[in-house]
């Protein structure tokens, strides 16, 4: 059973920083790239963040280039999202994913609230 747990998200205030986790089950991580989404209320997901399975290689939503780093820790089974400057617009509940699993289950986990306060 696929199960991705995300965390690390919180009420913050403009310019601060967080740390998210996707902790998987079920699933490795290595086998596939991983991907950070986010929905903000009233809008459609969108994708934030990728990192491949050949290098590490990483790609990132124009918005959010140069403030967030995506990583992965394979021994872990465990994908983060480190944000950086955050800004009011960042504001909106974040879920981690894998092409692999979107594709055959469309499942996603509870996702993890981010609040950037002005």
């Known amino acids: 059973q696929v199960q991705f747990v995300e965390s690390g998200g919180g009420l913050v205030q403009a310019g601060g920083s967080l740390r998210l986790s996707c902790v998987a089950s079920?699933?490795?991580?290595?086998?596939?790239?991983m991907r950070w989404y986010r929905q903000a209320p009233g809008k459609d997901r969108e994708l934030v963040a990728s990192i491949g399975t050949v290098e590490d290689r990483t790609s990132y939503l124009d918005s959010v280039k140069g403030r967030f780093t995506i990583s992965r820790d394979n021994a872990k089974n465990t994908v983060y999202l480190q944000m950086t400057s955050l800004k009011p617009e960042d504001t909106a509940v974040y879920y981690c994913?894998?092409?692999?699993?979107?594709?055959?289950?469309?499942?996603w986990g509870q996702g993890t609230q981010v609040t950037v306060s002005s």
């Open positions: 079920g699933f490795d991580i290595s086998s596939d790239s």
């Open positions: 994913n894998a092409p692999t699993i979107r594709r055959t289950m469309n499942y």
